[in-house]
Nanobody
């Protein structure tokens, strides 16, 4: 079992930055890949970025490359999503999720944190 709690969302202007945090708890976190997803009103949930817990590999959706950075702090069992140059289309509910390394399905999800970007 993995528990995930997101924080850091808010309302900002286009061009601003935000940093989201996801605090993870549970056993053997090193077995998991943690990722960020988002869902805008009326749209499907989409992948944003992911990072493995014990390695340094990262993966990003094309629409955030160069603007968002995913990182982790193993000592705090926390991952972050630094979001720069935010656009109105980045407005969404952002979720943290976890999957076992080597598998595709994300089995654990947080409650989400809202990001609203005004143009």
């Amino acid at each position: 079992q993995v528990q995930l709690v997101e924080s850091g969302g808010g309302s900002v202007q286009a061009g601003d930055s935000l940093r989201l945090s996801c605090a993870a708890s549970g056993r053997t976190l090193s077995r998991y890949v943690l990722g960020w997803f988002r869902q805008a009103p009326g749209k499907e949930r989409e992948f944003v970025a992911a990072i493995s817990w014990s390695a340094t590999s990262t993966n990003y959706a094309d629409f955030v490359k160069g603007r968002f950075t995913i990182s982790r702090d193993n000592a705090k069992s926390t991952i972050y999503l630094q979001m720069n140059s935010l656009k109105a289309e980045d407005t969404a509910l952002y979720y943290c999720a976890a999957r076992v390394f080597g598998l595709e399905r994300y089995d654990y999800w947080g409650q989400g944190t809202q990001v609203t970007v005004s143009s």
